[in-house]
């Protein structure tokens, strides 16, 4: 029986990365001072490392090779952490970020079910409840009765690891919950933590290997907009992602 609903923030609750992280790191490493500037394309590689501070690790390895990298490094990535969440969460207070089409009725309508609803996320803790108090409701964290989110666990997503964390904490077992994803690093973890898992794409994440998925959609679709499916076992089905329905896939 579904008790409960678990969901992924970024990509997944609202489409956070290229308009809002970027640019949060971008604004941060000027900051610094550091020449250090992601455009679109670039930050769609880096996305391949979830954490923040785990990115800005890559990139320089990755792609810096020229970078002197100061002795006490991992305080200069802390600290420019801090400041990206500050800028980040400074955008979401100034309404920056819409949540993806389909969300707020589904929770809407999971929460007066009396289903209950979590969060399971790499990123930082402020980050998510900025986004469910800017872009869901003031109350919005409240609707949550648990948020996984950040340095909790030390392995991040694809990892199942805040999945795993996220089951304990609501006393449930992976058969009795739905996992909402966007990427492949998350189905990768919610799948490794047994969980049946519901993945709505975007622009970065299109192109992903989704094996494994309950069904893969364009989003979670609105009256009059409804969601394209784009996995070879509904291929062109339309509609929208409600209880009846989840419930029907489920079986
Ligand atoms: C998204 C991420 C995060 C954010 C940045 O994870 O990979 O790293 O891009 O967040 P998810 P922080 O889709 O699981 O929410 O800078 O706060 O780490
Ligand atoms: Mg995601």
């Not at 880096?46 to 690790?57: D, H, S, Y």
Request: with cysteine.
């Amino acid at each position: 029986m579904l008790k409960a609903l678990i969901f992924d923030v970024d990509g997944t609750l609202a489409d956070t990365e290229r308009d809002g992280h970027r640019p949060a790191f971008n604004a941060a490493f000027r900051e610094y001072g550091l020449d250090w500037d992601w455009d679109v394309a670039l930050y769609g590689q880096l996305l391949a490392v979830t954490g923040g501070k785990e990115r800005m690790k890559y990139y320089v390895d990755r792609f810096r090779p020229d970078y002197a990298k100061p002795a006490d490094f991992d305080a200069l990535v802390a600290a420019l952490h801090q400041a990206k969440t500050r800028h980040y969460t400074r955008m979401l207070a100034a309404g920056g970020i819409p949540l993806r089409p389909g969300v707020r009725r589904l929770l809407t309508q999971a929460r007066a079910a009396g289903l209950t609803l979590a969060v399971a996320t790499t990123t930082t803790p402020d980050n998510v409840t900025a986004l469910l108090r800017h872009s869901l409701a003031e109350d919005g964290p409240d609707w949550f009765a648990v948020i996984a989110a950040g340095d909790i666990v030390p392995a991040k997503k694809p990892a199942p690891d805040i999945y795993v964390w996220a089951l304990r904490k609501l006393g449930l077992e992976p058969e009795e919950c739905l996992a909402f994803e966007d990427s492949r690093n998350g189905i990768r973890a919610s799948l490794g933590a047994g969980l049946r898992t519901l993945i709505t794409v975007n622009d970065y994440t299109r192109e992903d290997d989704f094996s494994g998925a309950l069904a893969v959609l364009s989003d979670l679709g609105e009256p009059g907009a409804p969601y394209q499916r784009l996995d070879a076992g509904g291929a062109g089905e339309q509609g929208l992602v409600d209880l009846p329905r989840i419930r029907d896939w489920l079986g």
